[in-house]
Every structure is written in structure tokens, then in C-alpha cells.
């Protein structure tokens, strides 16, 4: 079993950049397909960014492509999300994952282990 703990959320103007990071501990993340959600206010859970286990393979939300880059470290045990040109729309929980499946998933049901979250908020 593995335990994900998301940090890097914050407050950051339109246009600007953060990096999400989430530490894994009790496995590698090498066993897992790695992907990270996000959840506005009254809305559903949406799937963001993948990485397949074994690193080679990525996939994008639309709304993500051209912006956001998912990576790996598997020394650091940690998987990242970095997010770029960011606008008051991305605003949400983020959340990371971890499908011990082989493949890429965009359904947050695949999903069987979970961060607890965090917050980003991008201010017009």
C-alpha cells in the first residue's frame, strides 16, 4: 500500500506558474500509474494529468495540454505536476493518485490510492 502527500498548492496571479509535488512512501512509485484530479467548488472530481508506470507514456487533459507537465523522480519517490500560464479556472482542490493497473486511466474510480489534497487558487 502507498500513501501520497500532495504540497505545493498556493496563491498565484493569472499567468503565473506552480509546481505541485506529491511524496509517495510504503511502496515506489514505479509500481503505479501516477495521475493528479482537481475539484472546484460544487464541482466533480476531473481527471488532470498521467504518467504510466513506467515513465514513458503521458496523458493530458484538454484543458492541461501545452500547460501543465506531469514528471516523475523516482530517487525522491515523488511525482510532480508542473503548471504554467495558469488562470482563475484552474483554481481547485489537486489531488494525486495511484492505479496499481497497468495503463493510463482518466477515471478517478481507477484510482485506488489518494492524497488528501491541495489547494490552489489563481486570482484574476
Known amino acids: 500500500q502507498v500513501q501520497l502527500v500532495e504540497s505545493g498548492g498556493g496563491l498565484v496571479q493569472a499567468g503565473g506558474s506552480l509546481r505541485l509535488s506529491c511524496a509517495a512512501s510504503?511502496?515506489?512509485?514505479?509500481?503505479?500509474?501516477m495521475a493528479w484530479f482537481r475539484q472546484a467548488p460544487g464541482k466533480e472530481r476531473e481527471f488532470v494529468a498521467a504518467?504510466?508506470?513506467?515513465?514513458?507514456?503521458?496523458h493530458y487533459a484538454d484543458s492541461a495540454k501545452g500547460r501543465f507537465t506531469i514528471s516523475r523522480d523516482n530517487a525522491k519517490n515523488t511525482v510532480y505536476l508542473q503548471m504554467n500560464s495558469l488562470n482563475p479556472e484552474d483554481t481547485a482542490v489537486y489531488y494525486c493518485?495511484?492505479?496499481?493497473?497497468?495503463?493510463?486511466?482518466?477515471?478517478?474510480?481507477?484510482?485506488?490510492?489518494w492524497g488528501q489534497g491541495t489547494q490552489v487558487t489563481v486570482s484574476s
Open positions: 504518467l504510466s508506470r513506467s515513465g514513458l507514456r503521458t
Open positions: 510504503g511502496r515506489t512509485i514505479s509500481s503505479y500509474a
Open positions: 493518485a495511484a492505479d496499481a493497473t497497468l495503463g493510463i486511466a482518466t477515471m478517478a474510480e481507477a484510482y485506488d490510492y
